[in-house]
């Protein structure tokens, strides 16, 4: 207390006279309109930015949950794309199948919780685990192109096998023709895959778009990969064709989990005819 009436009676008359200038400026702002209008365009101005960047920083705290909020919407949106309506039309009637609808493939959300890129063989875990329903070789996407296929399960979290690892290997075909290959990775770059068993009648040129061939019990048919980087064509066949990848591996936030409904009955089928 002492120390404040000290401050207030050594500063007494500068405190008195910033006391009446702000009366003296208050007046003035309030008797004349020229001043009034300056007054409020540069609190405007000022609270204006400040407001601006109080908001810039809400949207970057809220990206995280905008970005998962996007990934479940197209989540949703694939599960209704991929579901078809059954009908068998007869001359009178029209039976409806009793499921309603078919769906071959279902999608769910996962979040990578750790990323390797930089090694010979890389993986990914995520968040989800047997807990969720999920197996060992199910489909790992996002919308931008193939991440991998799911290799263990825990209760809670999954690691997934990155076509970024010596051991991956997924089918694979051009776009725009019908010639099928297999993506494989030479371990240089986490930028570029290399596209192997490719025929020589195939015509490639570069910027070509590579898609998933479909020939798999695990990712859907057209799912992007990348395009043609460059390629060497030496004794009458093709010796590397490099693939430059539409995902940036070194950077894989939310990922969406591809099942196979039909997945067992594709495999049985396909065993029983091999033991025939």
Known sequence: MQQIIYFLTKFRYFLLFLVLEIIALAFTIQYHSYHTSKFV???NFITGGFYN???SINEFFLLKTENKLLVEENVHLKNLLDKKEINYSYDSYKIIDSSKYFQKYEYSVAKVINNNFTKRN?????NKGANTGLTSD???INSTGVIGVIKSISSNFSTVLSILNDNSRINVRLKNRNHFGTLIWNGKTHTTTQLIDIPRQAVIKIGDTVITGGKSAIFPEGVNIGVIKDFRFEN??????NVLLFNDMSAIGYVQIVRNLQKSEQKKLEQNTANE
């Open 41 to 43: 365009n540069s609190a």
């Open 53 to 55: 960047k109080i908001n």
């Open 122 to 126: 890389n993986t990914l875990t995520i």
């Open 138 to 140: 199910l489909g790992v």
């Open 236 to 241: 009458n066949q093709y010796q590397q064709i």
